[in-house]
């Protein structure tokens, strides 16, 4: 008799995003199909630009032909492309080699996938409020008992809160896969030098490994705030870094991602080595490599010309972030994120609970946006806008938001 896995039934609620797109379609049901303004996902809407549009093209009509044919590859990723990420970094002044790099289909399978290579005993600590796929990943592996108050038994929660700038303190109790996310989903809230040193120390001295993901990594413009986990001496020791193409070059529906994993990093008992070995394993047991197409409008994103007009795209998000962030301080609210990060995190009003919120900017200002408890139980009284939309829109919402929301 086939059985199921029933870790999935600890699952708390729905996943967040589609709970609200049941709410938002129930009320558009409701209001004749009222237009409403997505503030909600952080999903990219500006057109790809002409180098990476070039690069695909070239590619497709290379495929059209005997000699630029090419069926699979390495599960790893094609050479130049992991060639041109690794560049990337060692800009950055990080020891981060081509043979480190892994390809993938996006940071979100890859941040899901991660924590199969290491034990189940491992206890996870996540900050709190993060971006949920940490979390789900490992109740659905096991990793957690119960949930109860919006919180899994087992798991230690990091809390990110107005008192610390919304970087967690160092776990007080035993944690071995710690996620740290910067500049972070949902509060906008970018992790300094030595904050991330705090952690990386922390991780070396008690055999933890850091996942860190640096999906948003492109949209910080403070020359001192670090773009990789690996600028901080050490990290290659302990931790993995989860990035992607989605945010920076609108590749959210394209799928191009990588990850890090470095030679020199170590868990108890492994050798440097081993755990790339692992996840060399997992990848090309599991997975067959991203499309060839789709990583050749990588190396095209990472070319000279392909970074300037990422430069460009990642400038024109930042500047809705301004625009909402200014909107909503002038209602009143108090906004956090938005500088160096594509997200404005928001205070709810005093009594008002973030589910609330929604419900409220929903249907005063048809707005969508994303509450803050759909994050973890830190997120409650906290509200996101995401900065990822047209102008034109951004511009009508925060109007919207500023003529109609009664607070
Ligand atoms: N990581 C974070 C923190 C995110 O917010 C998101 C998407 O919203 C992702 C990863 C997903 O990245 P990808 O599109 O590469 O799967």
């Known amino acids: 008799m086939a059985t199921i896995n029933t870790s999935y039934q600890k699952l708390a609620a729905g996943y967040l995003f589609p709970e609200i797109g049941r709410r938002v379609r129930e009320f558009q049901n409701a209001r004749a199909n009222a237009d409403v303004l997505r503030l909600g996902i952080g999903d990219t809407t500006e057109p790809l630009t002409s180098t990476i549009v070039k690069g695909l ?22 050479p130049a492309l992991r060639e041109a990420i690794a560049a990337q970094y060692q800009k950055l002044g990080t020891p981060v080699h ?21 034990g189940p005993d491992n206890v996870v600590a996540v900050q709190d409020p993060a971006y949920p796929v ?8 096991g990793r957690t008992g119960e949930a109860a108050n919006g919180c899994y038994e087992g798991l230690v929660y990091m809390p990110c809160t107005e008192d610390n700038g919304f970087f967690p303190e160092l776990p ?20 300094t030098h030595a904050q991330l040193k705090a952690f990386v120390d922390y991780a070396r001295a008690n055999q933890a490994i ?3 993901d640096s999906a948003y990594a492109a949209f910080i413009t403070d020359p001192s705030l670090p773009r990789s986990i690996y600028e901080i001496e050490g990290a290659t020791e302990c931790a993995i870094e989860i990035s992607s193409f989605s945010k920076s070059v609108g590749f959210t529906g394209v799928r191009l991602g990588w990850s890090i994993v470095p030679n020199a990093l170590v868990a108890e008992g492994t050798s440097p080595g081993e755990i790339k070995g692992l996840w060399t394993r997992r990848q090309n047991t599991f997975f067959n490599g991203a499309s060839n197409l789709v990583q050749a409008g990588g190396v095209a994103a990472l070319s000279d010309p392909g970074l300037a007009e990422m430069q460009e795209q990642v400038s024109f998000y930042l500047e809705n972030a301004r625009i909402i962030r200014e909107g909503v301080e002038g209602v009143g609210l108090t906004a956090f994120g938005g500088v160096n990060a594509p997200y404005v995190w ?15 900017v929903l249907s005063e200002c048809y707005v969508v946006g994303t509450p803050g408890a759909g994050f973890g139980p830190s997120g409650e009284g906290y509200f996101r806008l995401s900065a990822f939309g047209h102008r034109a829109n951004i511009e009508r919402a925060v109007e919207s938001l500023r003529t109609r929301l009664k607070l």
């Open 57 to 78: 093209q070239d590619a497709v009509a290379g495929l059209g032909t005997t000699d630029g044919y090419s069926g699979y590859g390495d599960s790893e990723g094609i």
């Open 98 to 118: 081509a043979d480190e790099v892994f390809v993938s289909d996006g940071a979100k399978p890859d941040s899901a996938n991660i924590q199969s290579i290491f």
């Open 134 to 141: 940490y979390v789900d990943s490992n109740v659905i592996s």
């Open 172 to 191: 007080k109790q035993k944690a071995d896969l710690i996620y740290i996310c910067s500049p972070n989903n949902p509060t906008g809230a970018v992790a």
């Open 210 to 212: 850091i996942l860190f």
């Open 346 to 360: 928001m205070r709810t009003p005093p009594g008002v609970s973030s589910w609330e919120f929604f419900d409220k």
